[in-house]
DNA sequence: TATTGTTATACTCTATAACTATA
DNA sequence: TATAGTTATAGAGTATAACAATA
């Protein structure tokens, strides 16, 4: 390795303040994407933690509510989950009793999935403090003009 | 809570094409934010997997070349990067001779950072091609403006 | 043959603790 | 005492392959 032989006198990539030139490396959309996402993201685990319920978990509940009696893997492929990964969560959800995993008359190989009446209870009640959550983003982005005004740019980038 | 609107003819969890309801779980703001971060990001990946770069490295990249002579610690910290995870990152880019790890003069313990000659030509081909994504990130947005307002509401969420 | 749930496994990212050599 | 770089390690999240039971 050589030796430093920078000038010591302060040429343009020392500034006055000692901070670093960070313009170019996070302008980029992608990056400030990234940046409000983590941070909204932040703020549900923040609140999520309190129930133990991780995101992948709290939307596997939301989609079980709403479409009881699925099999393991429509639920799975529909959140991007990989069946195999998938058997963890759901074994997870089971032991907590949120979640039946009932074999399928029709079909043997398959599960049917239901949410048990604890599991409805307490999606009830993640649900309030989800909803709590969304009214301070939208207010937070200005009302619900500038949440649908987000959407619309969000969409154009599927 | 408004009431259904929709010609309601099928109960949620039986409808006719046999899809899922997901509109409880994908409504959310977060959630819409994640999927069209991921997209943006997929879009980067397929661009950068051609110099086998991968987001944080490239990130790291352009920081030290507008930072040259920075200690690893700033660099890292400034992105959001452990210390301890930031030495393999660092020593991959110095094997692939982009970078170089110059030992300071002032402070034995600290490595000053630099681009190579030749991590300075990879990055500036990088950097085109990245400016070509988001000329085209732009253009899918709705022009600048778009660009702009998009900009403006996600720093709402910071 | 194809699909469902499952196990095993591996790779990336991220996080913490602890060491060394300097400051 | 504190800091810079480093090593080791562990935990999530995610990916593929392969198997048994069933379709």
């Known amino acids: 390795m050589r030796q430093n032989s920078e000038p010591s006198a302060a040429p343009s990539d020392l500034r006055a303040d000692n901070r670093l030139q960070t313009e170019t490396a996070t302008g980029a959309i992608g990056y400030r994407l990234r940046r409000a996402q983590l941070n909204v993201f932040q703020k ?9 319920l991780r995101p992948a978990e709290y939307s596997v509940l939301v989609l079980i509510g709403d479409n009881p009696g ?28 949120l979640v039946e995993r009932i074999p399928s008359a029709q079909d043997k190989r398959a599960n049917a999935l239901h949410l048990t009446e604890n599991g409805k209870a307490f999606l009830a009640d993640a649900q309030a403090r989800h909803a709590a959550l ?12 500038a949440r649908a005004q987000l959407l619309s ?3 154009r980038l599927l």
Request: zero cysteines; a negative charge.
């Open 134 to 145: 969304e009214e301070e983003t939208v207010a937070r982005l200005g009302g619900p003009a």
């Open 44 to 52: 549900f685990l923040a609140i999520f933690d309190a129930l133990k």
């Open 70 to 97: 699925r099999k393991q893997t429509e639920i799975a492929e529909v959140l991007g989950i990989k069946r195999a990964n998938f058997v963890t969560l759901v074994h997870g959800l089971e032991e907590r009793n």
């Open 153 to 155: 740019l969000l969409d």
